[in-house]
Antibody
Framework: QVQLQESGPGLVKPSQTLSLTCTVS??????????WSWIRQPAGKGLEWIGR???????NYNPSLKSRVTMSVDTSKNQFSLNLSSVTAADTAVYYC???????????WGQGNLVTVSS | DIVMTQSPDSLAVSLGERATINCKSS????????????LAWYQQKPGQPPKVLIY???TRASGVPDRFSGSGSGTDFTLTISSLQAEDVAVYYC?????????FGQGTKLEIK
């Protein structure tokens, strides 16, 4: 059974960089031809897709965040990561990592990591 | 970006009754080469991540009860719960994965009447 777990600080200061890591267990991140996505959800609001990464490092980012987003993958640790720079209070949200199934929908999700942007 | 619009925003249905949620995309999510609609439905309960219910617009994900069904094609889609159970209280989202950026509907909150 594939499991995903986000990790990272729960509090980030404005203008700094938010960094999160997703650790995948129960399967190799580099097998199965899967993309791995980041999705966020402000409290009480809907879901926003941030972007995705393939095990080769190929990425697709949401244009609304593209100038501030960097994703990377570490296949040796079975992890992928999100960096979001120059954060503001508007970036406060629960950040989820998820696997894109072969159909394209997100079939496995982490439990989420609440990140608050505040001084 | 493809805009996904759900209706209604909230819905109250009696136990055992049918619940219907609609989703409309701003452009077709039907891929002509394979005739698949790149549309998924998710269920999210408080404090939990979303859970995929339906993909390819009408294929139930593994372990999803058969009271959940998806229909539609092109730009108009429907999620139907045939007989509402107490555990179905949640927010439901549609999502297109036809093109990046993937986009979600605003969500429909389903409650018991």
């Amino acid at each position: 059974q594939v499991q995903l777990q986000e990790s990272g600080p729960g509090l980030v200061k404005p203008s700094q960089t938010l960094s999160l890591t997703c650790t995948v267990s129960g399967g190799s991140i580099s097998s199965g031809s899967y993309y791995w996505s980041w999705i966020r959800q402000p409290a009480g609001k809907g879901l926003e897709w941030i972007g995705r990464i393939y095990s080769s490092g190929n990425t697709n980012y949401n244009p609304s965040l593209k100038s501030r987003v960097t994703m990377s993958v570490d296949t040796s640790k079975n992890q992928f990561s999100l960096n979001l720079s120059s954060v503001t209070a508007a970036d406060t949200a629960v950040y989820y990592c998820a696997r894109d199934s072969r159909s394209g929908s997100h079939d496995y999700w982490g439990q989420g990591n609440l990140v608050t942007v505040s001084s | 970006d493809i805009v996904m619009t759900q209706s209604p925003d909230s819905l109250a249905v009696s136990l055992g009754e049918r619940a219907t949620i609609n989703c409309k995309s701003s452009q077709s999510v039907l891929y002509s080469s394979n005739s698949y609609n790149y549309l998924a439905w998710y269920q999210q309960k408080p404090g939990q991540p979303p859970k995929v219910l339906i993909y390819w617009a009408s294929t139930r994900a593994s372990g999803v009860p058969d009271r959940f069904s998806g229909s539609g094609s092109g730009t108009d889609f429907t999620l139907t719960i045939s007989s509402l159970q107490a555990e179905d209280v949640a927010v439901y989202y549609c999502q297109q994965y036809y093109a990046t950026p993937y986009t979600f509907g605003q969500g429909t909150k389903l409650e018991i009447k």
